[in-house]
């Protein structure tokens, strides 16, 4: 069965930083493409970055272009998500996505609070 | 950025209903549009792929249509499962786009 599992959420200080980590099972992680996916009210359901299965491409949403990383490890099963320069703007629930164009597999995500 | 607009953004209707949700790209995607639905406090479920291909699993009284700009979701008779928030999302270039939603409500 394939398992996403969203970790490392919390509050942040504008400013600060935090990584997620999405853990992954039930299949072979190398074998795709990791999207994350974010969402909020203000903002609805925002495709945030992708990777490709061996890491060596990524693409991101310009709204997080220099701040946000995307990236993996695909001998632990582990994808990430390095932030910085967080902005209250950034506060959403962020999905662990497997895929590129058809998102089928989502993990229940990890809630960022970006707040003083 | 391709933009995805949807309508309407909410809709009552009653089970049984025929109902229609409609989006449009702001340029051409041919046939890379994708339909999922929303429960509250659940991850989108993938619906449709590819304008019409229903994932497995789906009830065939979900099916989508359109090429290039403008595509619609129907749901042929709407059963109380079926009440529910449906985005669509276009995976023509990255990044990839949503709609904002529309949000399907019981009269």
């Known amino acids: 069965e394939v398992q996403l599992e969203e970790s490392g959420g919390g509050l942040v200080q504008p400013g600060g930083s935090l990584r997620l980590s999405c853990a992954a099972s039930?299949?072979?992680?190398?074998?795709?493409?990791m999207t994350w996916i974010r969402q909020s009210p203000g903002r609805g359901l925002e495709w945030v970055a992708n990777i490709k299965d061996d890491g060596s491409e990524k693409s991101y949403v310009d709204s997080v272009k220099g701040r946000f990383t995307i990236s993996r490890d695909n001998a632990k099963n582990f994808l990430y998500l390095q932030m910085s320069s967080l902005r209250v703007e950034d506060t959403a629930l962020y999905f662990c996505v497997r895929g590129s164009r058809n998102f089928v597999y989502w993990g229940q995500g990890s809630l960022l609070t970006v707040s003083s | 950025d391709i933009q995805m607009t949807q309508s309407p953004s909410s809709l009552s209707a009653s089970v049984g209903d025929r109902v229609t949700i409609t989006c449009r790209a702001s340029h051409s995607i041919s046939s890379y549009l994708n339909w999922y639905q929303q429960k509250p406090g659940k991850a989108p479920k993938l619906l449709i792929y590819?304008?019409?291909t229903l994932q497995s699993g789906v009830p065939s009284r979900f099916s989508g249509s359109g090429s290039g700009t403008d595509f619609t979701l129907t749901i042929s008779s709407l059963q109380p499962e079926d009440f529910a928030t449906y985005y669509c999302q276009q995976s023509y270039n990255t990044p990839r786009t949503f709609g904002q939603g529309t949000k399907l409500e019981i009269q």
């Open positions: 590819g304008v019409s």
């Open positions: 039930g299949f072979n992680l190398g074998d795709f493409y």
